[in-house]
């Protein structure tokens, strides 16, 4: 099945600064790449997704690439803000089938 | 997007209770969800998949005696928590999506907090 990587598990960034988190998974049938933000006892927030069609999408100050070839893909957060600070997961899956998770990265972000 | 409820939000139970999360799709019909155990500082473990009308898909090294799972209609799937014990602490939350598997986005309940004494 589906294994996910991600790195680094703890990023601490200045506000202002990027953060930047990297994820490989191993199942090249693997089409469906989302990244979720999860505060503290709460649900998982979908903040931004891609599918392996496409190569890069942005939304504002969060963006993510995706490498097919190499199989990886990447979270970019530009102009961090303390309310970035959470833990994010990234996922990868075949449509919504037996999605899989990264182990998180908790992202501090310092005023 | 679409609402996914979980509820409870939180229980505690003595050991050898058992114990019903419900998760309901709130404005769509859901064929399958999902049911993931997170424990404190690590990330989501898929438990199983809950298809409607049909058996769950437990994931290896889940009990499926322990942790039984009904999927009765489109928009209601329940996990039940048979003779629970401490170790079967944890945070569990579902999931859903709105549009079939090729749509791709899941949304998330609240999550249960299951503490067992």
């Known amino acids: 099945g589906e294994n996910v990587e991600q790195h680094p598990s703890t990023l601490s960034v200045q506000e202002g600064d990027s953060a930047v988190i990297k994820c490989t998974y191993s199942?090249?049938?693997?089409?469906?790449f989302p990244w979720y933000k999860q505060e503290l006892g709460k649900r998982p927030q979908l903040i931004i997704d891609i599918r392996s069609n496409v190569g890069e999408k942005k939304d504002q100050r969060i963006a993510v690439t995706l490498n097919k070839t190499a199989k990886h893909f990447s979270l970019h957060i530009t102009e961090t803000q303390p309310e970035d600070s959470a833990v994010y997961f990234c996922a990868a899956s075949i449509g919504n089938n037996d999605m899989r998770f990264g182990a998180g990265t908790r992202l501090t972000v310092k005023p | 997007g679409a609402v996914v409820s979980q509820h409870p939000s939180w229980v505690i139970c003595k050991s050898g209770t058992s114990v019903k999360i419900e998760c309901r799709s709130l404005?769509?019909?859901?064929?399958?969800m999902f049911w993931y155990r997170q424990f404190p500082k690590q990330s989501l473990m898929l438990m199983a998949t809950s298809n409607e009308g049909s058996k769950a898909t437990y994931e290896q090294g889940v009990e499926k005696d322990k942790f039984l799972i009904n999927h009765a209609s489109l928009t209601l799937s329940t996990l039940t928590v048979t003779s629970a014990h401490p170790e079967d602490s944890s945070f569990y939350i579902c999931s859903a999506s709105s549009g079939g598997s090729i749509t791709g986005e899941l949304f998330f309940g609240e999550g249960s907090r299951l503490t067992v004494l």
């Open positions: 199942d090249s049938a693997s089409n469906y």
């Open positions: 404005d769509f019909q859901a064929t399958t």
